[in-house]
């Protein structure tokens, strides 16, 4: 505001500076008033910005937080009605889930007539088709259990089998500033759909190349970007390397700016780099770190040591695999891509081609889309492929087709490292004192087995190749993982016809039947095939998604037949998926409190911002009407003293 | 000295308190007149005569009028208005740019920029919703016709400025013009008095057109013996005893509009102007809103390609089947980053997902851009190879120099994982089209189908988690700002105004402050004080009284000496 303290001149006053100033003085008060009204009467006391820009800045840095702040609360009012859409549809299941439990109790036992299991049957099914309905519930247009494809149903019924179609990713949205909350529960967390991987034990060992990205290297954690130094102990050059996307461009800008006067020579080798200096020009080859970054020890180069001219071989950068990976680079180019694998699960068996693969993608695609419900990704290591099943109810098992696909890509079920303990559902292989079993030859010999020693598969074939009696080659049985399907197979070259192939009971020991060499319930095996030469064992290691439908749906199963081992099993794994659905309602139950809690503190947050903001922009009403007041009393005194002083002049006393 | 001489002497006095009376007079005409110089009588006593050996007086002498004027303070009077109009003018240019700016009020900028990501926050909240990715798409419609509206109001101003600067230069013109002629006519007019008269009114108008002119522009006064008065500017001459010059106005563009310079007719040579009302418009129009309309710029293309960047990394709940780039490619064997692009790409790599619409089966390719500098960098030749060697893509250029992509039927593609920026380079996938305050917009693509807001990271229809990213991006740190994030960008453009507002306001209230108290001093020495004047106005009237009655005593002596 133009105030009018300018000096009073000390010499004279002409009327017309006298004329003057009064005019300003007046303008002045009036202009104040004026502003000094709008104050009041708007509130605020910033009128622009400028009045007073820092209080201006503070108060637009309020008051766009506070917009933040309103979606926030949106947020969270949103997701809250999400929440506990979804903690009302998971009432019920728990009490589905135990009364389904104390129901098949009730017929565990030899007692019980068909009758009574046939009505238990009905009441499962009933449960089976009721927790479809819940795992399918909508809510606003989302289906609350598919995870983040959240636009279709999470579930469906498949030949009398549970298939999920959603995934196991969550939701999120923001419950402040940057930080993210969880606003889903998956199907898979709820009532368990998706199984375990099939245990492989290979690392396919995605050779390094110059596409390889520097974000793909350290098992996916990549390297950080900066800068390192090189040197040849004479002189030294310091290389950026943020702008570097792969591994080649590292070896490149490396080639690119050696010591002055030297030629650095870089390659990129299948699991690190290897550096060397000119071997003319002698000196001592070393690279280090720059300031505090880690550039060269997580490329694998750093050496302060020094090894003269090179060369400096790199350690193993750990590339991880990545959709476009090509097979040629994985497992040496071992892989066996031209027989294929076969996927068994829920009674069909799906056999899968990758002859015409390039990359892991492919190869992924070809196990997804063959129809086998199963889902087949990287591995969290970035070192190999899982396959899991999404079928509850069903069996799956992957073998191979005539090859070794599967066990290269490492995800055949039924392998030599396969545990004992672990075979037919972790049911194991039960073995009596004395022998359990014996393999008639086509020459008629016997050869008894005491399987109580035995560990893995890869034992009981091993048993078999090295029995004493069984080295001579014409004769001998041999025993191997199945070529095509199946699980142990016994293949001999022997045309005699003295007796057929074949494994037998021995002690009453059901260790052959686990085995899968004999039939369940039989004493004898199946009459061998290919001209009697080749007995092939079931595959006895089948992967199930645990969970609460596959133990209904299994439970249903084994009470047709009442298969007492396998009721009792899966009475156990209802009991945890009921636990699991509990589990899964606590979490909710936490999550809602916690963003009860978080709407609370909200509000408490808003009001203490909008006080914050009136503290800078809103006007002091008792200060600005004390000022008005003033101000109006300074008008008044202005206009009594001008009007004072206008009357004098010599004129009237002449 | 005889009783004849006695009485001329008298009537002398008569006529000169008669002089002082007519000066008087006009004082008091002129109390009220804004810019009125007072005047003053200067009496002298009249040349002594000898008589024998005695000296004797002759009586009183009208020296002559004079203006009672402090040339040094009109001096500095001068500069202070020059410097008060130059800094009045600023002020005013941001307190309107204050103005469009309206932060604090409800409509600003960064009230629309928070509506925008709210409503991705939204779409993540419901993202099976396709209305809510429509409501999406429509609130970043209402920002960019916010931005543009912003630049275009403030390129209005800076042609109201242009125009004002346009009409200056005639009124410098018509300025000079008075001065030259009042020079003349007050040299004509002093030359030819013997007294040490100011050629009173004549001055007085002139040095009205000079303050007036001081207003408009910084210049140096100079007076000559001659009585004319020499105006020049930084050295420049501009008006002297013996001519004038002129200057015109001569139009250009810049920044896309019209902007008029103004140059001496004869030589075209630019007056240096550093202070005066034209002095504030240049500075107004070619730094205050000119710079505002760069940053406003600058602000927007930040925005538009960092916000591409993360979009087109991202994938839709469906792909495309055609799609043509935004920008135009004029060098197509040159490295990408110096093919003329208004963003440049670096250094990186891009997937290009490619899926079947019946078997729902994605493939993926990865594009290096090698832009390293060294041996072979990517063209786009090299780039366009690449896409055409996708299973089941196309890609060509079309008529205008812009990329165009085509799947094959029943396939779909998308984009993923771009480090390397090129995709928003060219305006693939991209959610903001535009790269400057009064191009920016929405892609026609995602107005006609918001299904392809890429809210997905992990394929098509897959995931919420590219909406993650870009819900959080008012906060996200930009490489290419330095680390700013459009938040503080934002913030910085407006609080800069804010502060350079109030920086001006106070600039200009000192400069008046200044001006008036060098106002009051001139009114000190050349204001007209009634109660001066009548004092003066009793003395000469005394004085022509006592003079009168000398005349009738002389008379008497004259009466006695006639009737001997």
Redesign the interface.
């Known amino acids: 505001m133009t105030s009018p303290l300018t000096g009073i001149p000390t010499t004279r006053v002409s009327n017309l500076y006298a004329q003057q100033r009064l005019l300003a003085q007046l303008n002045f008060d009036q202009i104040e008033l004026f502003r000094l009204q709008t104050q009041i009467s708007t509130g605020q006391r910033l009128l622009v910005p400028s009045d007073d820009p820092s209080a201006a800045t503070r108060g637009q840095a309020l008051q766009s937080l506070l917009e933040r702040k309103d979606q926030i609360k949106v947020n969270l009012d949103t997701n809250q009605s999400f929440l506990s859409a979804t903690d009302a549809a998971l009432t019920s299941v728990s009490s589905l889930l135990t009364s389904s439990y104390g129901s098949a109790l009730g017929v565990v036992d030899t007692t019980s007539t068909q009758a009574q299991r046939d009505g238990v049957r009905a009441e499962l099914n009933q449960a089976i088709q009721q927790l479809v309905d819940t795992g399918n519930q909508e809510f606003r247009e989302r289906f609350l259990f598919s995870g983040t494809r959240s636009d279709a149903p999470a579930f469906d019924l498949v030949n009398g089998y549970v298939r999920y179609n959603g995934n196991e990713e969550r939701l999120v949205s923001f419950s402040d500033i940057g930080v993210l909350f969880e606003t889903n529960i998956d199907g898979n967390a709820v009532f368990g759909a998706i199984s375990e991987p099939v245990r492989g034990t290979v690392d396919l060992n995605p050779a390094l190349t110059d596409s390889t990205r520097l974000a793909d290297l350290r098992g996916g954690r990549g390297v950080e970007p900066g800068s390192i130094v090189i040197s040849d102990a004479t002189n030294t050059s310091t290389i950026d390397l943020s702008g570097a996307e792969t591994i080649g461009d590292v070896a490149a800008l490396i080639e690119a700016n050696p010591p002055s006067g030297r030629t650095v020579t870089a390659t990129v080798t299948s699991t690190g780099l290897t550096i060397s200096l000119d071997a003319g020009g002698g000196g001592n080859l070393t690279i280090d770190e720059v300031g505090a970054g880690h550039a060269a020890e997580q490329l694998g180069i750093l050496e302060t040591g020094g090894v003269l001219t090179g060369p400096l071989v790199g350690e193993d950068v750990d590339p991880r695999i990545r959709e476009t990976t090509e097979l040629a680079n994985l497992v040496g180019g071992t892989l066996d891509q031209t027989s294929g694998l076969q996927i068994t699960n829920g009674d069909e068996t799906f056999v899968v081609d990758i002859s015409t693969a390039d990359t892991i993608e492919d190869v992924l695609n070809a196990i997804n889309s063959a129809g086998a419900s199963v889902t087949a990704q990287i591995n969290e290591a970035g070192n190999g492929i899982d396959v899991r099943s999404r079928l509850s109810g069903a069996d799956l098992y992957i073998s191979e087709n005539g090859g070794t696909t599967a066990s290269d890509l490492g995800i055949r079920s039924f392998v030599g490292e396969s545990d004992l303990d672990d075979l037919n559902h972790g049911l194991g292989v039960h073995t009596v004192t004395g022998t359990d079993f014996a393999i008639r030859r086509r020459d008629g010999a016997v050869l008894e087995f005491d399987a109580s020693s035995f560990d893995t598969v890869q034992d009981v074939i091993d048993a078999i190749n090295n029995h004493v009696d069984n080295q001579v080659p014409a004769t001998q049985v041999t025993a191997q993982l199945a070529a095509s399907g199946g699980g142990i197979e016994l293949v001999t070259t022997d045309t005699a016809t003295v007796a057929t192939l074949a494994v037998l009971k021995r002690n009453g020991s059901e260790a052959a039947e686990d085995l899968g060499l004999i039939p369940v319930g039989a004493s004898e095996s199946d009459p061998p095939t290919g001209g009697g030469s080749t007995l092939t064992g079931r595959d006895v290691n089948p992967i199930e998604v645990e969970g609460a439908f596959n133990a209904l749906i299994r439970l249903e199963r084994a009470l047709v037949t009442n298969d007492l081992r396998e009721i009792s099993r899966v009475t156990a794994q209802l009991d945890e998926a009921n636990v699991g659905v509990n589990l899964a309602r606590a979490e909710l139950g936490a999550r809602q409190q916690s963003v009860e809690a978080l709407q609370l503190r909200l509000e408490d947050e808003k009001v203490e911002l909008r006080t914050a903001l009136s503290t800078q922009l809103d006007v002091d009403l008792a200060e600005a009407i004390s000022n008005f007041t003033a101000r109006q009393a300074a008008l008044q005194a202005t206009l009594q003293s001008a009007a004072t002083i206008s009357q004098l002049t010599l004129l009237d006393f002449l | 000295m005889s009783l004849f001489g006695s009485i001329r002497m008298a009537n002398n006095t008569l006529q000169a308190q008669q002089i002082g009376l007519q000066v008087v007079g006009q004082n008091i005409a002129n109390?009220?007149?804004?810019g009125?110089i007072?005047e003053e009588v200067i009496f002298e006593p009249a040349p002594a005569q000898r008589q024998g050996n005695i000296i004797l007086g002759l009586g009183v002498r009208v020296a002559g009028v004079v203006q009672k004027i402090d040339k040094f303070l009109e001096d500095r009077l001068r500069g202070s208005s020059s410097d008060a109009a130059n800094s009045d003018v600023q002020q005013q240019t941001?307190?309107e740019l204050?103005?469009l700016l309206g932060?604090?009020g409800e409509n600003d900028l960064?009230?629309s920029l928070?509506?925008f990501?709210?409503s991705i926050?939204?779409v993540?909240?419901?993202?099976?919703?396709s209305a809510i990715r429509n409501l999406a798409v429509l609130q970043g419609q209402t920002l960019t016709d916010d931005i543009g509206r912003l630049a275009e109001q403030v390129a209005t101003a800076r042609n109201d400025v242009n125009d004002q600067i346009i009409s200056s230069a005639d009124d410098i013109n018509r300025l000079t013009k008075e001065i030259f002629d009042f020079n003349r006519q007050i040299a004509i007019f002093e030359s030819s008095d013997i007294s040490e008269s100011d050629a009173v009114g004549l001055r007085d108008q002139r040095n009205q057109a000079i303050i007036e002119l001081a207003e408009l522009i910084d210049i140096q006064a100079v007076e000559q013996p001659s009585g004319a008065v020499n105006i020049s500017i930084n050295g420049e001459f501009i008006v002297n005893e013996v001519a004038r010059r002129e200057l015109t106005v001569v139009e250009t563009t810049d920044r896309g509009q019209p902007v008029a310079e103004i140059q001496f007719v004869e030589t075209g040579s630019v007056p240096g102007f550093t202070s005066g009302r034209v002095a504030g418009l240049f500075t107004s129009r070619d730094e205050v809103l000119a710079e505002f309309l760069d940053e406003l710029d600058s602000f927007s293309a930040a925005l538009a390609f960092e916000f591409n960047r993360v979009h087109s990394s991202g994938q839709g709940l469906l792909g495309y089947q055609e799609l043509t780039g935004e920008f135009r490619i004029e060098e197509t064997d040159e490295p990408l980053d110096a093919a003329g692009l208004s963003f440049a790409p670096?250094?990186?790599?891009l997937?290009v997902l490619v899926r079947n619409l019946d078997?729902?089966?994605?493939?993926?390719?990865?594009i290096?851009?090698?832009l390293?500098g060294?041996?072979t960098d990517t063209t786009y030749d090299d780039f366009l190879a690449a896409l055409n060697g996708v299973d089941g893509l196309t890609a060509s250029t079309t008529s205008d120099a812009r990329i165009t992509l085509a799947a094959d039927a029943g396939l779909e593609f998308s984009f993923a994982n771009d480090?390397?920026g090129l995709l928003a380079a060219l305006g693939l996938n991209t959610f903001f089209e535009g790269d400057s305050a009064r191009t920016i917009g929405i892609r026609q693509e995602l107005i006609d189908d918001a299904r392809l807001l890429a809210a997905s990271g992990?394929g098509i229809?897959?995931?919420?988690d590219n909406a993650?990213l870009l819900?959080?991006f008012a906060?996200r740190e930009l490489d290419s700002a330095n680390g700013s994030s459009v938040?503080s960008l934002y913030?910085n453009l407006?609080?800069s105004v804010?502060?350079a507002?109030?920086v001006a306001?106070s600039i200009a209230?000192g400069d008046?402050?200044f001006m008036?108290?060098l106002e009051?001093?001139r009114?000190?020495?050349?204001?007209?004080?009634?109660?001066?004047e009548?004092?003066r106005m009793?003395s000469y009237q005394r004085a022509y009284q006592a003079a009168a009655r000398y005349i009738a005593e002389i008379n008497e002596l004259l009466e006695i000496l006639v009737s001997i």
């Open positions: 109390v009220n007149t804004p009125y007072r941001y307190l204050e103005r932060e604090l960064s009230t928070n509506a990501f709210s926050s939204e993540l909240n419901q993202p099976e919703n670096e250094n990186g790599s997937q078997t729902g089966v994605t493939e993926t390719t990865d290096f851009i090698d390293d060294l041996d480090t390397s992990g229809g897959e995931d919420t993650v819900a959080d906060n938040d913030r407006s609080s804010t502060q507002t109030a306001r209230e008046q402050v008036q108290s009051s001093q009114f000190a020495t050349s204001g007209v004080n009634l109660d001066d009548i004092v009793i």
